[in-house]
């Protein structure tokens, strides 16, 4: 069990369009599901969030896991240009190997223009 603190369950806020979505949908190996929070794929997964952070046009992730090992990750971004410097980091791209060759049996990977975004948030006052 982790010793993590629990965030909220919030959706990233709706943004002005035009942004884009780039969706990660992966299953991973027996090894990286049981070492997902505490072993070398959690702390390469918390890395990564933190990298992608500072990326300029980065506008939040969105994630959600299954029962069954299925994950998906949307990180959503201001233009192509933060896209682009996302997918080239150094520590990002070696993530990517140790990925191929350790962490996933398979993945996919969508990148997707958004042109219409709305929210709604309950008021509970």
Partial sequence: MSNHPVAPVVPVAAHEPPYYAVVFTSVKTEEAGADREDGAYGETAERMEELVRDI?????????????????????????????????????????????????????????????SHGFERDHG
């Fill in 56 to 116: 300029p046009g980065f506008l939040g992730m969105d994630h959600a896991h299954s029962p069954g090992g299925l994950s998906i990750t949307v990180g959503y971004f201001r233009d192509a240009d933060a896209i682009e410097e996302w997918r080239s980091n150094a520590e990002h791209l070696a993530a990517q190997k140790r990925g191929r060759a350790e962490w996933y049996e398979r993945y996919t990977l969508h990148v997707a223009k958004v042109e219409r």
